[in-house]
Structures are given as structure tokens and as C-alpha cells.
């Protein structure tokens, strides 16, 4: 395959992907506007798309200005146009891109997380979602390390391993892991810097292994409770809120293997969330598979329910 032939395809695919990511956005946010912030519903199909094809898109645009020199026009993959035509061809079809990619996520901050954040949860957590990878580009392109500065070239050091909190911290500045709106305190329970009770180290691990194999952001809801007899109380457990990610995250983690090796103690959701017939496809309790009653279902249709072994 031509590097001229490459790219050309690589663009086309790319383009296909931002035109489905960026009409379904402004189409559901075209309802919330017309409804002035009445709850839109949409299927759960309609979401999985969106949510996925979103994820692809935003991992794109920040794998390509990470491997950017700062202040140099991004590039179409490994394509290195040779005519003045093609420079300003290539330097075009980036150009737009990237503008409908801020201009979709942008309108989806606004609408779904500043005007009506009650309207649509998707929107709602692309908008918040895509606020952080925003954040990420930026870094990626200027090469800026979140904790202030430029980044030192990977020769010129021998980077030690990063601890837990260090790996969760960076997902966070990554948009990977977001928190549900209002609920500052969420933060640092998972990084443990908050005060009393704190989340166990093996579900920071299991929030960090999540939050890796998940194609698009999860978006923590619950962590620590102060009384009951639930795992949150001991901080073992976690709830995913944007449950809408049911179908790509859950097959990759509910598995007898999975399970296992992430050391998962409990996971807990209503399948029919997700349009399954069996409400309990994806459930374990004490690491073995298992079926809830219909009211522990109930109480878990709008968050995914993770905890970690003791």
C-alpha cells in the first residue's frame, strides 16, 4: 500500500467517523435546545454509537498532536505532502477536522453540562468528557506536563514507575476517569487525599484498570458511603454513573478470567439497562457468577456497581 494511498484511506475512514460522531452530537443537542432543556431520551443503540464513536475520534485527534512538534501543522498519519498544493491540501483537511471536533464538543459542554445538564445524560458526559481530552491535546501539542512545565524528551531521564495515585491522576488529566458534575470530593477519595475513611489501594487498582480497558471515559458517581452495610462504606466499592457504556465495557471485564485477575469482588447492573433479556448477564458476587433479586436490579439500572476483594 502507497503512503499517498494510506493516507488518503486513513482520512476517509477518520472523516466517515467524525461525521457520525459530530451528527448524532448536534442532533440530540438540537432536541435539548428545541425542548429549552426537557429530558431528551434516545435509544440505547443511538448512545452506544456516540459514546464509541467519540472515544475514536478524540483518541485521534490527541494521538496525532502528541507526535506533533509545537507550533508545526498536524499531519495526516505518516504522510508528507511534497508540493505546495499538497501542504495546503493536507493542511485543510486537518484544519477542519479539528474544527468540527472542537466545535461539536464544545456545543456539547455548553448545552449538556452550562445550560441543561439535566436534559440528556450523554450529552451531559460527552461535554464533561470531552472538556478533559480538550485539556489532554492541549498538553499533548505543547508537550506541557499537567504538573506545570514543558516535557523533558524521554532520553534525557529514566521516568521511575508511577505509583497508583500518580496512574490515576494521569487518566484523570487524560479525561478517562470524570466525575459526576458537583460532586468535587469524588476526586479525592480515589486519589486517597481526602480525610477518614479511604478507598483500598486494590480499588484504586481496579478503578485504573477500568478506566483502561473502557473505549470511552467512565464517570465515577459513588465512592465512599459513611454508614450501611455496603462495600462503599470500606471504600471497596465504586459506581460507574454514564451506565450507557454497559455494552462495550462490561463483556470486556465480566468474565470468570477477568474477574479474577482484576480482583473483583462484586459487579452489579440490570442488563436490561442495556437491552438484554438477562438481568443478570454480567454479575458476580465473591468473585463467582451470580443473580440478583429484582430489587437489587432496581437500585442498579442507572450506575454500574464495581467492588474490589477484600
Known amino acids: 500500500m502507497s503512503t499517498r494511498f494510506g493516507a488518503v484511506f486513513g482520512a476517509t475512514l477518520a472523516f466517515a467517523l467524525l461525521a457520525l460522531f459530530s451528527c448524532s452530537t448536534l442532533s440530540l443537542i438540537l432536541q435539548i435546545v428545541a425542548t429549552k432543556g426537557a429530558e431528551v431520551t434516545v435509544e440505547t443503540g443511538y448512545i452506544y454509537v456516540l459514546t464509541m464513536v467519540g ?5 485521534l485527534v490527541i494521538a496525532q498532536l502528541s507526535v506533533t512538534k509545537p507550533g508545526a501543522a498536524p499531519g495526516v498519519g505518516g504522510f508528507q505532502p511534497e508540493s505546495t498544493f499538497g501542504i495546503y491540501a493536507t493542511n485543510s483537511v486537518v484544519a ?3 474544527f468540527v471536533w472542537i466545535f461539536t464538543g464544545l456545543a456539547a459542554l455548553i448545552v449538556g453540562v452550562m445550560l441543561y445538564p439535566n436534559a440528556n445524560k450523554t450529552i451531559s458526559d460527552l461535554g464533561t468528557t470531552w472538556l478533559g481530552l480538550a485539556v489532554s491535546a492541549a498538553y499533548a501539542y505543547f508537550g506541557i506536563k499537567p504538573g506545570g512545565g514543558a ?3 524521554e532520553a534525557a531521564t529514566v521516568q521511575p514507575i508511577a505509583s497508583i495515585g500518580q496512574q490515576l491522576q494521569q487518566q484523570i488529566d487524560q479525561g478517562k476517569i470524570t466525575f459526576d458534575i458537583g460532586k468535587p470530593e469524588l476526586k479525592d477519595e480515589l ?7 479511604k478507598v483500598t489501594s486494590k480499588l484504586q487498582s481496579l478503578v485504573l484498570e477500568l478506566s483502561k480497558l473502557s473505549p470511552v471515559s467512565i464517570r465515577i458517581s459513588e465512592l465512599l458511603r459513611p454508614s450501611g452495610d455496603s462495600h462503599h462504606v470500606a471504600g471497596r466499592a465504586v459506581d460507574i454513573g454514564n451506565e450507557e457504556i454497559a455494552n462495550s465495557l462490561l463483556p470486556l471485564v465480566a ?16 442488563a436490561a439497562v442495556a437491552g438484554d433479556a438477562d438481568r443478570n448477564k454480567w454479575n458476580y458476587d465473591v468473585g463467582l457468577k451470580h443473580s440478583y433479586d429484582g430489587a437489587a436490579l432496581d437500585d442498579h439500572k442507572t450506575h454500574i456497581h464495581f467492588a474490589a476483594a477484600a
Do not use: H, M, R, W
Open 151 to 153: 516535557a523533558v524528551p
Open 55 to 59: 472515544g475514536l475520534v478524540s483518541a
Open 96 to 98: 477542519v477536522y479539528l
Open 255 to 270: 468474565t470468570d478470567a477477568k474477574v479474577t485477575q482484576l480482583g473483583i469482588d462484586e459487579i452489579i447492573f440490570d
Open 191 to 197: 486519589l486517597g487525599t481526602n480525610n477518614g475513611t
